[in-house]
């Protein structure tokens, strides 16, 4: 069952666009996340939050930022794109408490031309 | 730094027997560990967990063995199926603050028919 949905899936946009990334989760978690996955590779954490109005930068660098206005909703946004941000973005979220999973969505795979 | 990483980048099983996904981990103030696994154009899901207090935890044809003294971490997999065929991600967690989760670099299951 999907409680977190990504939109869109797939996204092959020109550089210099400005590109927002949909996420929104249904399990009213506080805890949401994007991290960044290359084709095979290790997840890197980008963005965090830990409730409406709290974001933070992740381990990797990026041009990217977020916004949480509301609990269920995480959107990130790219103001300019660029062929090195081609790559799959995924978003999580996990509920209270120590030591719960997260729930990922199925990701957005961005191409830029 | 604090890394998770994994033995094998690619595992391949005969339908049937048994598969066995190794992790190491070097932060020994980790102590909840999560193995995920991720189908190709999907995130990745959840199958087992484990608190650092256990040893030993078993799910639905899948078993996970935590060995704290030396920092390693195994996902079994009985009877493997095709169905099973995917990347498989070790994380670990540590309590307390933001809960950062920190993912290994995962391993590729291929399930011989």
């Known amino acids: 069952e999907a409680d977190i949905y990504q939109t869109p899936r797939y996204l092959v946009i020109g550089t210099g666009k400005k590109i927002t990334l949909e996420c929104s989760q249904t399990?009213?978690?506080?805890?949401m996340y994007w991290y960044q996955q290359d084709p095979g590779m290790e997840l890197h954490l980008i963005h965090y939050?830990?409730?409406?109005?709290?974001?933070e930068k992740g381990d990797l660098s990026s041009e990217s930022t977020v916004s949480r206005i509301r609990t269920e909703h995480f959107p990130l946004t790219l103001e300019s794109a660029r062929p090195s941000h081609t790559s799959q973005y995924l978003c999580?979220?996990?509920?209270?408490?120590?030591?719960?999973?997260?729930?990922f969505g199925d990701g957005t795979r961005l191409s830029i031309l | 730094g604090e890394s998770v990483g994994l033995h094998l980048p690619t595992l391949s099983v005969q339908e049937g027997d048994n598969s066995i996904i190794n992790c190491a981990y070097s932060?020994?103030?980790?102590?909840?560990f999560i193995w995920y696994k991720q189908e190709s154009g999907k995130g990745p899901q959840f199958i087992i967990d484990?608190?650092?207090?256990?040893d030993k935890r078993q799910g639905q044809r899948v078993t996970v063995l935590l060995n704290k003294t030396v920092k390693h971490l195994s996902l079994q997999i009985a009877a493997t199926q095709p169905g099973d065929s995917a990347v498989y991600f070790c994380?670990?967690?540590?309590?307390?603050?933001?809960?950062?989760?920190?993912f290994g670099t995962g391993t590729k299951l291929q399930v011989i028919p």
């Open positions: 999580a979220s996990r509920g209270r408490g120590s030591n719960q999973p997260q729930h």
């Open positions: 399990m009213g978690h506080d805890k």
């Open positions: 939050s830990y409730g409406v109005n709290s974001t």
């Open positions: 932060n020994s103030a980790s102590d909840y």
């Open positions: 484990i608190r650092s207090n256990m």
């Open positions: 994380a670990e967690d540590r309590s307390g603050g933001y809960q950062k989760v920190t």
